[in-house]
């Protein structure tokens, strides 16, 4: 069954083709501001399943991990889609559970850069949590 999702106004949708493969919240700096001072929520799917239309606009940076990380949002609404990971290549894409049409598909099962987050976040008392990002994939 193909998953469908998209921005705020509508300018970008896309369909994936392929279960999620987990989720998680990521309390890295960069993800706390893209998310305005929260966590990004993120399902985690083949990158090769989704299929993005509409205005979308792309930057690319080194992320905390030292990966050269492209970040993909609606260029109308602003309203951000994913995250890849370039290099390393091969690992899964991170869309953003709001943006999925049902955010209930995958719930997060993990914290990510939990030592970035502000001691007021809102983090599951049983929820496991890596102080930074996950292992290198094998």
Known sequence: MPHPGGCL????????????V???????????????????????FPEQAVAITGDLGKFTMIADSGNTVERGFCRVCGAQIYSRTVVPAGLPMRVRAGTLDDPELCPPTAVIWSD?????APIPADMPRLPKGPPPAS
């Open 9 to 20: 106004c509508g300018a970008v949708r896309y369909t994936i083709d392929a279960e999620p």
């Open 22 to 44: 987990g989720a998680r919240m990521c309390w890295c700096r960069d993800c706390q501001r893209i998310a305005s001072g929260s966590a990004t929520v993120n399902v985690l």
């Open 116 to 120: 970035s987050a502000p001691s007021w």
